[in-house]
């Protein structure tokens, strides 16, 4: 008897979270857009888009990683060697590309954080099968169908350069692959993820159904990806495909790890800050954003005066290898710890931080955001 869906759902935060989060993120951006021309909005971003989506989304999300490391003492205490040696290495990184050429550091920069963008969505899908217990099969064909909505429109993108829209900078990704290649990989994905879908459809037939947060999160990831550079014809639309459901997930995700650690009592005084709820704590982190954001625009961009003012200032190239690193610091320091400081094999506390309660032992392997990310009972 078919099917529509299975009958025991795996939610990572919960329906009505999950939906929100995801599929919510896809439709909201798809909204924004479609609305684009009404919203005077159509090819350069403009000021309120900016500092709604790159400000209080993108930005912001980067600092939410604070609630997991540096506002937690006991925490880095427990690992200093991983909070300070992160952000030396990624610094030290930093200074040295931006010594050989600006222009590498931004495309080594842009290349990191799209290697980290796709790993996220990975992560997400890989711990819906995990809570679900799905075949070794089916986790495969997941991770297939997330690799190829993200990397079919991305090289598709590196085959079609320039585009109205970049990155970080102009010029940050490499050209040099031929329109053909572009063409494939958009074959190849359509084929990836028409498998899936007929593997989905398979699920309904023999009764199984699917799950359906799962399956939405992959269809967002295909909207958002193939939308967003594919379709998008502007930085407006770009930026807002891109960066809404890569950060809103995340703030579901800190949140709920941080209302967790502070009624352990995790925090001190700086527990203060989650007394507000979800907005005292994006308010926060919306701040910071914005005080980063201002650093950026007087000391190298110049380009938001009304925002920031007009500072004049022009640094030496000698003193921007070291000022430009410095303040890409938070986002290169949010991608070398994400990639461990979600190992939940190695700290099973923290599946109780998030509400998830604890799995039964065994090995860990599964990544909620990013390549190291891990729960127990979720082998390969």
């Known amino acids: ?43 350069d971003t403009p000021a309120w888009a900016w500092l709604l989506f790159v400000v209080g989304v993108d930005v912001a999300h980067v600092w939410s990683t604070l609630f997991r490391t540096y506002l937690d003492g006991e925490e880095v205490e427990r690992r200093p060697g991983l909070y300070v040696g992160a952000p030396l290495a990624a610094y ?26 796709i790993r996220q969505q990975y ?4 711990l819906y099968d995990r809570k679900a217990r799905v075949s070794a099969f089916e986790r495969r064909l997941d991770a297939a169908a997330v690799y190829a909505a993200t990397l079919g429109p991305v090289v598709w993108w590196h085959a079609n350069l320039p585009r109205a829209f970049w990155w970080f900078v102009e010029n940050d990704f490499l050209a040099g692959l031929p329109t053909w290649a572009g063409t494939v990989a958009l074959g190849a994905h359509a084929v990836v993820l028409g498998a899936w879908a007929v593997f989905q459809g398979v699920r309904i037939a023999r009764g199984e159904g699917v799950q359906a947060g799962k399956v939405l999160l992959v269809a967002a990831t295909w909207v958002a990806w193939f939308g967003g550079i594919v379709l998008a014809r502007d930085d407006f639309a770009f930026t807002v495909m891109n960066v809404v459901l890569h950060g809103v997930p995340y703030f579901a995700l800190l949140f709920r790890y ?13 527990g203060v800050l989650l007394r507000a709820g979800l907005p005292g704590f994006l308010l926060f982190l919306g701040v910071l954003a914005l005080l980063e954001e201002g650093l950026w625009d007087v000391l190298v ?3 938001r005066p009304v925002l920031f003012g007009d500072s004049g200032l022009a640094l030496e190239s000698d003193l921007m290898a070291l000022v430009v690193p410095l303040l890409a610091l938070p986002q290169a320091t949010h991608y070398v710890l994400d990639a461990f400081i979600w190992k939940a ?11 998830w309660g604890r799995a039964p032992q065994g090995p860990a392997t599964v990544s909620p955001g990013h390549p190291a990310v891990a729960i127990p009972d979720v082998g390969e």
């Open 301 to 303: 961009w110049h380009d």
């Open 345 to 355: 094999g190695r700290e099973p506390a923290l599946l109780n931080r998030l509400g």
């Open 123 to 126: 992560g997400w899908v890989a």
């Open 258 to 270: 941080a209302r967790g650690r502070h009624a352990e009592g995790g925090f001190g005084a700086k």
């Open 1 to 43: 008897m078919p099917r529509l869906l299975a009958p025991t759902q795996a939610w990572l935060f919960g329906p009505s979270v999950d939906l929100t989060v995801f599929a919510g993120s896809a439709l909201a951006s798809i909204a924004f857009v479609l609305a684009a021309p009404w919203l005077g909005a159509v090819g």
């Open 92 to 117: 030290a990184v930093g200074v040295l590309a931006y010594s050989a050429s600006p222009g590498a550091f931004w495309s080594v920069f842009a290349y990191v954080a799209l290697f980290h963008f």
